[in-house]
């Protein structure tokens, strides 16, 4: 795993060698090994490297075809590399390196832009064909590696790369905050939107390829999508594909050339990756002095002991997570306020110590159905017995009612799932959102318009399978993936998730929603499988996330009075009704109501935006 930053070069007159030097600093985390620069009179592109597979120095990039024609930067694992290898070879191309990034340049020449359809794996990538004199840059299916660009600048040029920080030393690019973006962000918890916080930066989607040609992006096009398309067979069938599909990729997951270990929480995914994987080391975290509400290293430990596997764990203190926050943000690129990522943050530095790859337990949830949103309560199945009309008519009512338990129950009886289900987060009440604002930024995008986009691709489905759609194309790679890449990278850590795998997709898609989630469970296809390798215990264990005691830190005086000094702060007043504001955490610190993640998504916001518009700017 790597990182890239590249651009076409603009009309304004800059020491190019320089300046990607400035640039390609900013994201030395991701590659601490080594670095490397082309430019030339049309493009430049920097690469820093973290050596994984083949460490040789042949295998640096750019790495060039034989006859220098295409140059490749690359961020990521192929993990079919070896067999694309043979067929490349097979066809007459000559590799100097055994590194998979070189399968990229002769795949490309042999097949074109169509070879992005044949690899496995979690990639972003850009190749500057010299001779068609175009640039080609792809992003992997799950969105694994991020990939940004941007036109946003002061003479046209078209800068592209792996974080947007390494966009900010360029002296042609216009720094300014997206006031669209903090709306939304405050109901969903992360940057939803394809233009990042950062105005004019997006995000290249997941599964799709663009085109630079003539200083213009002519084509961008998705490549694969994730829809379900149900096939009828047994339970014991698919049973039987998950544990055959899932021991493979957790095998091709462990393809490296350095030490590699697993991350172990108490829930069965990690559990199960763990036990197909059986490393010679896991690790855990935990919060120290709330080990018995917030705490599954214990859990972690007793199944290292089971599998006779050496289990490392570590306590995080309330200071040490307030103290790392800003500088968790400035690797975050963006806002993102899911309180995991605080404690994956210490996790990988901690596993850091000891290996440089890790496999995880990301995407499980998304793919099999984890999530207890889509398992209707046995109230709520009751009551969608009675006709949707019907249902609607005593909505209006409730909506006219003071929100309570009831009311909410029967508000979201009579919604279609496309009215009530945003995906996995929901924060800020989004009327309470709007009305926190100062009147310049609520002109961003309401919730609904944001995952209208994505319904609309899925409008013949069952309610479980758009509620999954809807979570794999915006809650996964926004929140959950962002995390997963940013955390560990700020560690040189490569994280790799063999559920997020293009064969474990192609599976799941064929799997029955009522073998995903049903009365009995979540995952429950993936439940049983996992039976199969794991005790019972961690089988069927309840899924409880990442849990972190913010409610409790925000009730102690000092984290209390941290947070308010923040909440008045002058610049707080530009984006805020500071009284608001304030009224919130006050009713939290004094018990009369939780509003943990209202205070929690806020503060993050702020400070993430005095670390990259107020404070100097630095790693």
């Known amino acids: 795993m790597c990182g890239f930053i590249g651009y076409v070069n603009g009309t304004n007159i800059i020491d190019h060698h320089q300046t990607i030097e400035n640039m390609m600093n900013t994201i030395i985390h991701r590659g601490p090994y080594s670095g490397g620069i082309h430019t030339d009179d049309k493009v430049t592109l920097g690469f820093r490297r973290l050596s994984i597979i083949d460490l040789s120095d042949v295998a640096n990039q750019p790495l060039y075809s034989n006859d220098g024609s295409i140059v490749l930067v690359f961020n990521g694992e192929i993990y079919n590399f070896q067999e694309l290898r043979e067929d490349l070879i097979a066809k007459g191309h000559q590799f100097k390196t055994k590194s998979d990034s070189e399968v990229l340049i002769y795949g490309y020449i042999e097949y074109g832009e169509e070879f992005v359809k044949q690899l496995r794996g979690m990639f972003a990538f850009c190749i500057w064909d010299k001779n068609k004199d175009y640039l080609f840059i792809a992003r992997d299916g799950f969105g694994i590696k991020p990939l940004y660009f941007t036109n946003h600048t002061t003479d046209n040029t078209i800068i592209f790369g792996s974080e947007i920080k390494s966009f900010l030393p360029h002296p042609s690019f216009i720094k300014e905050l997206n ?63 998950i544990q055959d599909t899932m021991k493979e990729s957790v095998a091709v997951h462990q393809i490296s050339d350095v030490k590699v270990g697993a991350f172990l929480s108490g829930g069965v995914d990690s559990s199960y990756v763990t036990s197909l994987m059986r490393p010679n080391k896991t690790f855990s975290v935990g919060f120290k002095d709330y080990e018995s509400m917030f705490n599954e290293t214990t859990h972690s430990k007793d199944l290292c002991d089971i599998l006779g596997i050496e289990n ?27 309180p995991s990522s605080v404690p994956l943050y210490f996790l990988c530095e901690l596993a850091s110590k000891d290996v440089t790859v890790v496999l995880s337990g990301e995407g499980a949830d998304e793919i099999f159905g984890g999530y207890e949103w889509y398992q209707p309560s046995k109230k709520m199945e009751t009551y969608e017995k009675i006709p949707l009309g019907l249902r609607k008519a005593v909505r209006g009512i409730a909506e006219k009612l003071p929100k309570n338990k009831v009311s909410n129950f029967l508000i979201k009886g009579g919604q279609t799932v496309e009215e009530r289900f945003i995906g996995e987060a929901v924060v800020w009440d989004e009327e309470d959102a709007y009305n926190v604002l100062k009147p310049e930024y609520r002109n961003g995008p309401t919730v609904q318009s944001i995952t209208k986009r994505i319904y609309k691709e899925v409008p013949g489905h069952d309610d479980v399978s758009k509620m999954q759609y809807l979570d794999l194309n915006l809650w996964m790679p926004g929140d ?49 499988a996992a039976n199969k390798e794991l005790p019972e215990e961690w089988a069927k264990r309840k899924k409880l996330g990442f849990p972190v005691p913010i409610r409790h830190w925000f009730k102690e005086e000092k984290y209390y009075k941290l947070v308010k000094e923040m909440f008045t702060a002058d610049f707080t007043h530009e984006f805020f009704d500071v009284d608001q504001l304030v009224g919130y955490l006050d009713e939290h610190y004094t018990g009369k109501a939780n509003r943990a993640r ?21 790693a």
């Open 312 to 338: 490392e764990s570590k306590y995080i203190t309330a200071e040490e997570c307030f103290e790392a926050l800003p500088t968790i943000q400035y690797h975050m690129d963006e806002p993102q306020s899911n």
């Open 480 to 528: 959950i993936l962002l995390k997963a890449d940013r955390m560990s990278m700020a560690h040189s850590l490569e994280l790799r998730v063999p559920f997020l795998d293009k064969e474990v997709m192609e599976l799941a898609k064929n799997i029955p929603s009522k073998y995903r989630v049903n009365e009995i469970d979540t995952k429950y296809a993936l439940r049983q």
């Open 179 to 241: 006031k669209d973006a903090l709306r939304p962000y405050l109901t969903f918890q992360y940057s939803s939107m394809d233009e990042t916080f950062f105005k004019g930066v997006y995000k290249l989607p997941p599964a799709n390829y663009m085109i630079i040609k003539d200083g213009k992006i002519t084509k961008m096009e998705r490549y694969w999508d994730k829809k379900f398309h149900e096939k009828e067979n047994t339970l014991d069938h698919y049973v039987k594909e």
């Open 598 to 618: 209202y205070i929690w998504t806020v503060y993050v916001f702020l400070v993430w935006y005095k670390r990259f518009f107020i404070d100097e700017v630095a």
